[in-house]
């Protein structure tokens, strides 16, 4: 019996020092792990702040050449659209700030402001697209001629660019002051666009939106006002649609127009408008346009250079 009891004591023994060892051991490995996360911490905390210091530094000389260019805007673009004249339309996501800037730019260059109308988010609702091609059909000016193609961007295109902007052949209005009021009136009863006082055509047209398309359809909101965008340049002298570099990606109305070479053999388009260089870039594109031209311009991997007359980086 004894030693029976001897053995058992023995063998907890041996259990007791296996145990306090593990947890000697365990304990010193945790010791050794934090350390080493300690130091790891510390390495990464300072390379977070270096990156801090970099971007900073980065950031404070883009605002410096923004502030640059801003300045010589005017005097880059002086004359360029001299007694021409601008039909600016705008999304509710473009920039108050961005729209006054460029408007500023534009009276610049010497062309005049003929009106602003900005498209509601239902003009691009997919919800909203049928009755959007409804109004538009019965709006349609007599004797104008609209394109076979039965989606509402390009119906509305047609219909705004034969009310808004002139003959690229002869500088006259394409239809009636009245048939001007009635379309621009059809459309606001409709919820689809706020016109400004004194809204009248112009030879030109600047469609200027904010980023990329979001929410249930987006790539549907992004197609409509891409269409919408090119057919008002098929109806008139021209169009440029500029945006925020997000509007060149996949759900963008730029990155739509982009991606459909029949749009981009007509359409310009402007993806850093919310920089000064873009809408100095914008105000070039729109001359441009107007003297035959076309071109994919900004700072997006598939803009073609950063502004007219510019060749590309590493060209």
């Known amino acids: 019996m004894i030693s029976l009891r001897y053995h058992i004591v023995s063998i ?96 610049s260059s010497g062309a005049r402001v003929s009106g602003e109308l900005q498209l509601t988010d239902s003009f691009t609702d997919p919800v909203k697209a049928d009755q959007l091609r409804q109004v538009v059909t019965r709006l349609q000016p007599a004797g104008s001629t609209f394109p076979t193609a039965g989606d509402p961007g390009t119906l509305a295109g047609a219909l705004v660019g034969s009310v808004l902007l002139l003959n690229k052949d002869t500088a006259k209005p394409q239809s009636t002051p009245d048939e001007l009021a009635a379309a621009i009136a059809g459309l606001s009863d409709g919820g689809f666009v706020k016109a400004g006082p004194g809204i009248g055509p112009g030879q030109l047209a600047l469609v200027l939106t904010g980023g990329q398309a979001t929410g249930d359809g987006a790539g549907d909101k992004a197609a409509t006002l891409a269409r919408f965008a090119t057919q008002l340049d098929r109806s008139g002298a021209g169009a440029v649609l500029a945006g925020d570099p997000a509007s060149a990606g996949g759900t963008g109305a730029i990155g739509f127009v982009r991606a459909d070479t029949s749009a981009t053999s007509i359409l310009s388009t402007v993806d850093n408008v919310n920089t000064a260089a873009g809408r100095i870039s914008t105000v070039l594109a729109l001359k441009e346009q107007l003297d035959g031209g076309t071109g994919r311009y900004g700072i997006a991997g598939n803009a073609q250079s950063p502004a007219p007359g510019v060749a590309p980086p590493g060209s």
């Open 12 to 107: 907890a023994a041996v259990f007791l020092a296996l145990a306090v060892g593990v947890v000697l051991g365990s304990t010193a490995l945790n010791g050794t792990l934090l350390s080493g996360l300690s130091g790891e911490k510390g390495k990464l905390a300072a390379q977070v702040s270096d990156l801090q210091a970099q971007r900073n530094e980065l950031n404070a000389r883009l605002a410096d050449a923004d502030a640059f260019a801003g300045s010589l805007g005017p005097k880059v673009v002086a004359g360029a659209l001299d007694r021409r004249s601008v039909v600016l339309i705008t999304t509710q996501e473009a920039s108050p700030a961005d729209r006054d800037a460029v408007r500023q730019l534009i009276e």
